[in-house]
């Protein structure tokens, strides 16, 4: 069992939706949650930091963290054809530990 | 402020042979984490440096090595160069130190490795 899944198939919607991502996890000791955005050809960009369970909220962008469930989303409201990106999840066990991360998932956002 | 930088954007190397890669940290940090992304997967852990010192290792062979520098740049070397290392080559960099909350992780923009 890898230590963080994420369905990777591309996900395509049309503008205005709302694009629900999730991933998954093993490692009970993972604390700190986050979600990159990586555009094509580019590096990871920090787009949400998350510190154990519980809800964070930053303009269109929703995550949410489940430890007891070992589960963790991230929601786009009202998507826009610039969100169209892959989306990563990572975590870590805390500090400067390793990021653990999932396989990404490719947004498309259609006008 | 000046963002994390790597050199160079593109390589070309052929199977044998050893690269270098490079990476400016962000102003301010002293911990440099580097990563492996094969195409169509997320960026696997090679190893972290913090003041200079290895601070952890994924699982990746001894040809994989790296080092710090006073000013905290990093450089990534790769020996004996196997097909399967065609990959992006990403460097976070962060501020690390004991104890208090995590720090995040802050990417450069990748080198771009292809091995024939």
């Known amino acids: 069992q890898k230590e963080v899944e994420q369905d990777p198939g591309p996900l395509s919607v049309p503008e205005g939706a709302i694009v629900s991502l999730n991933c998954t996890y093993s490692?009970?000791?993972?604390?700190?949650f986050m979600w990159y955005r990586q555009y094509s050809r580019k590096g990871p960009e920090l787009l949400m930091y998350?510190?154990?369970?519980g809800n964070k909220e930053d303009g269109r962008f929703t995550a949410q963290v489940d430890k007891s469930s070992k589960y963790i989303s991230l929601f786009i409201r009202d998507s826009q054809p610039s969100d169209s990106a892959t989306y990563l999840c990572a975590m870590s066990a805390g500090g400067n530990n390793r990021l653990a991360f999932g396989k990404g998932n490719q947004v498309v956002v259609i006008p | 402020e000046t963002g994390v930088t790597q050199s160079p954007t593109h390589l070309i190397k052929t199977r044998g042979q050893q690269v270098t890669l490079r990476c400016s940290s962000q102003s301010g940090h002293n911990t440099v984490s580097w990563y492996q992304q094969a195409l169509g997967q997320g960026p696997q852990f090679i190893f972290q440096?913090?003041?200079?010192?290895?601070?952890g290792r994924g699982n990746f062979p001894p040809r994989f090595s790296g080092l710090q520098f006073p000013n905290y740049s990093s450089e990534l070397n790769v020996n004996a160069l196997e097909l399967d290392d065609s990959a992006l080559y990403l460097c976070?960099?962060?501020?690390?130190?004991?104890?208090?909350?995590?720090?995040?992780?802050?990417f450069g923009p990748g080198t771009r490795l292809l091995v024939l």
């Open positions: 490692n009970s000791a993972f604390q700190y």
């Open positions: 440096y913090y003041r200079e010192e290895e601070n």
């Open positions: 998350t510190y154990s369970s």
């Open positions: 976070a960099s962060s501020l690390g130190g004991a104890g208090g909350p995590g720090e995040t992780q802050y």
